[in-house]
């Protein structure tokens, strides 16, 4: 007997709903990569001003230029760090910042008017619509906390914090989760097979601890990338020609040192891209031992190689001492395999709900 499920918004309608929220995750998707490569060229405290509306409109006038390039010049970057900065090399910054502000307008934009017409047309359901909301009150909210990490480097800082880097960055990839999610969601994406063995709960528990342990190491990342912890150890699998490096708790009170000290955080780092790696492995062995839905168990073959492919990324990139393009693709890669283990855990708990 074929098995039937019972899914909230299946009719027809959905496509174009679907295609809209895989479009902005795709957008979302792209907003990351740029971001890193904001970080990674020093551009980010180059707008030293926030203007949600005005500041689309990038300066169109040597005066305009000048006038930026002054409040530039004015914060501890500039003057500790890139004094005597040229305003060609100042604009060659600023491009970047503005394309990573202005994507973050754009996708605000792409996200609210097609809500609002989905909505007004009744293409949605009161679940879908409350769900959708709370996506677009993030997406709100990151904009704010945008802001809120680069006012920690206007003042005293020649960067920005680490702390706020790592929120900022943790809220993109719940934005990225919670529309992959949605846009699975909402639509006819079932299992559906014949006597087929689904899933079982400890496995659906084992796939959400894998997309809340790289949501983790995530945010590890960032911390390491605030720090610019990369062009540190840049040797593997030993740090310093130890396994477990010198130097970890050397920070007091003894929690600081998982936040502030670049020795620790890279270990941590380390050691949780270790456990995914086990995690992702385990599951996937257990998926293909005792699951015969084709869909669940190409699933879990994509997952297990996009780890092992971010794995690499991660290793090159460190050993090549963090050159951008690396570290670029390495944050992309990230951002692909949460995606995956979103997906994969949606497909696993969609076709635990079939009834045979």
Not at 165 to 171: E, G, N
Not at 333 to 349: P, T
């Amino acid at each position: 007997m074929v098995a039937r499920c019972i899914t909230a918004d299946t009719h027809a309608g959905m496509v174009p709903v679907r295609a809209w929220l895989f479009g902005v995750a795709a957008l979302v998707f792209v907003m990351i990569t740029l971001g890193g490569a904001t970080r990674l060229t020093g551009s980010g405290l180059s707008i030293t001003e926030w203007q949600p509306i005005l500041g689309a409109v990038p300066p169109l006038s040597e005066t305009a230029w000048l006038d930026a390039f002054a409040k530039y010049q004015a914060i501890p970057q500039y003057t500790r760090l890139n004094k005597g900065m040229s305003l060609d090399a100042f604009k060659a910054i600023f491009w970047w910042e503005w394309s990573h502000r202005f994507l973050g307008r754009l996708i605000g934009v792409v996200f609210a008017v097609p809500f609002a017409w989905f909505w007004v047309t009744g293409r949605l359901s009161k679940r879908s619509t409350s769900k959708l909301v709370g996506v677009l009150a993030l997406g709100a909210a990151q904009a704010f906390i945008g802001w809120f990490m680069v006012q920690s480097g206007l003042t005293e800082r020649l960067d920005v914090s680490q702390f706020r880097l790592a929120l900022h960055l943790s809220v993109a990839f719940l934005i990225l989760g919670a529309l992959i999610w949605l846009g699975f969601d909402l639509g006819r994406d079932v299992i559906a097979a014949a006597s087929a063995k689904t899933a079982t709960q400890s496995q659906r528990a084992w796939a959400s601890i894998i997309a809340v342990a790289i949501f983790v190491q995530v945010a590890l990342g960032a911390l390491v990338a605030g720090m610019k912890g990369g062009l540190t150890y840049n040797t593997w699998p030993l740090m310093d020609g130890r396994l477990v490096p010198l130097g970890l708790g050397a920070l007091e009170p003894w929690y600081l040192n998982a936040f502030e000290n670049v020795t620790a955080v890279q270990f941590n780092h380390r050691m949780m891209a270790y456990l995914v790696t086990a995690l992702v492995f385990g599951h996937v062995f257990s998926i293909i031992r005792t699951v015969d839905v084709v869909r669940l168990r190409r699933s879990a073959a994509l997952l297990a190689a996009a780890v092992v492919i971010q794995v690499i990324l991660g290793i090159w990139t460190l050993l090549a001492v963090v050159p951008i393009p690396l570290a670029l693709a390495h944050q992309a890669g990230a951002a692909a395999l949460f995606a995956i283990a979103v997906r994969h855990l949606f497909l696993l708990c969609r076709a635990s709900s079939c009834r045979l």
